[in-house]
């Protein structure tokens, strides 16, 4: 059996799923023991070397009395002993912070890093791969696009020597939620959007879902990591769904059609694609998922095309994707 040292920087939504899934499978899978060390938050650290009781820094920190050291997560991040770093501290598309200084300095002492932050991996893809590859660790980040549904590692391993032509997809669950109650419900989009603040789908400022920007963030990453391009968010034509009217809907539906956040990515030289848009979607196509979840197809020259379908968001379902990185790492080590 072999251990593995976790530490863990945000304990919000993501950071306690993944205590929980650890938590409910005592952390062993087959032969691989998860061990975790760290847990930080923005007010300080709970640590034990010899493993937390994950349980119980669970119960404290949903009662609200968890019982913190006072260490920054820098500090943690530079001198604790551990072997996987899972980063899951909030994006910002802007500068990446505070995940990219986190990432990059586990990553320069030769740890691994799972993420599920988008900011770092989007502004940065290149220097962190860098930078994990100079120092013999892994940079994984199976969680940053569609949540539990897979892309990384389906093209890691079971699509392993395809060439991929083409990936296009629904990538943010918050908008297909909208889009797709206003088409079957016959609701104004403002009033979907206030129910959707109410029930948790959107947050409560939602500029980030519903103008594309998410959709983008997550295409840009899968031109960097899945197309070796070197492109940002300004490279992406962004069109969010603020502007699909009823009347729109409607119009789609007499034509046997939805309309979806679509985002595309298609590397072809001149003809290079990066954009997010509303578009049109036959009703039984497979892109053509209801409510809030994320969908993708993925073109390759051997298998053709493959259609991937799954929750996008949600703590356990996040988790699962950090777990199957954290898995990757265990196997490689
Ligand atoms: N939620 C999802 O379903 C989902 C799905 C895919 C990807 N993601 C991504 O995963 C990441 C985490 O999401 P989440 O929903 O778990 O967010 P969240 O609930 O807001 O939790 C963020 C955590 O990070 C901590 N934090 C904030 N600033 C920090 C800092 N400077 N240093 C250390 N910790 C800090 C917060 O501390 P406090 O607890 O003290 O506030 C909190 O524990 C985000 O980047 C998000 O975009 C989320």
Redesign the pocket.
């Known amino acids: 059996m072999k251990t593995l040292k976790v530490a863990i920087?945000?304990?919000?939504?993501?950071?306690k799923g993944v205590l929980k899934v650890l938590a409910g499978s005592s952390s062993t899978y087959d032969d691989v023991k998860f061990k975790v060390v760290a847990i930080?938050?923005?007010?300080g650290a709970v640590l034990d070397d010899n493993g937390l009781d994950l349980e119980q820094v669970l119960k404290q920190k949903n009662n609200g009395d968890l019982k913190r050291v006072d260490k920054k997560?820098l500090d943690v991040i530079r001198d604790c002993d551990y072997d996987i770093l899972v980063e899951?501290?909030?994006?910002d598309a802007r500068t990446g912070e505070?995940?990219l200084t986190y990432i990059a300095e586990a990553l320069k002492r030769g740890k691994s890093v799972v993420t599920?932050?988008?900011?770092p991996v989007a502004l940065k893809y290149k220097e962190l791969c860098e930078l994990a590859k100079k120092n013999n660790g892994l940079f994984l980040f199976e969680?940053?696009v569609g949540?539990a549904m897979p892309v990384f590692n389906l093209l890691r391993m079971p699509l392993a020597g395809n060439k991929v032509t083409n990936i296009m997809g629904i990538f943010n669950g918050t908008c297909n939620y909208i889009l797709t109650r206003m088409a079957n419900e016959d609701l104004p989009y403002d009033m979907v959007l206030s129910e959707a603040k109410e029930l948790g789908i959107a947050e409560a400022d939602p500029t980030y879902d519903v103008e594309g920007i998410d959709t983008a963030l997550k295409i840009v990453i899968l031109a960097n990591a899945v197309f070796g391009m070197d492109v940002s968010l300004k490279d992406v034509d962004t069109v969010g769904i603020s502007s699909v009217s009823l009347e729109a809907l409607k119009l789609a539906s007499q034509s046997g059609m939805v309309i979806k956040l679509i985002g595309e990515v298609h590397p072809n030289g001149e003809e290079r694609v990066l954009k997010v848009s509303p578009r049109l979607v036959p009703k039984n196509h497979p892109l053509a998922v209801q409510g809030t979840l994320n969908a993708a197809l993925i073109q390759t020259k051997l298998a053709g095309d493959i259609f991937v379908v799954g929750k996008?968001?949600?703590?356990i379902?996040?988790a699962s994707a950090i777990l199957s990185d954290m898995l990757y790492i265990a196997s490689r080590k």
Request: hydrophobic share 20%; net charge neutral; no cysteine.
């Open positions: 920087i945000g304990f919000g939504s993501v950071g930080t938050d923005s007010r997560s899951v501290t909030p994006t505070p995940g599920s932050n988008k900011g969680a940053t949540g996008g968001a949600g703590s379902e996040t």
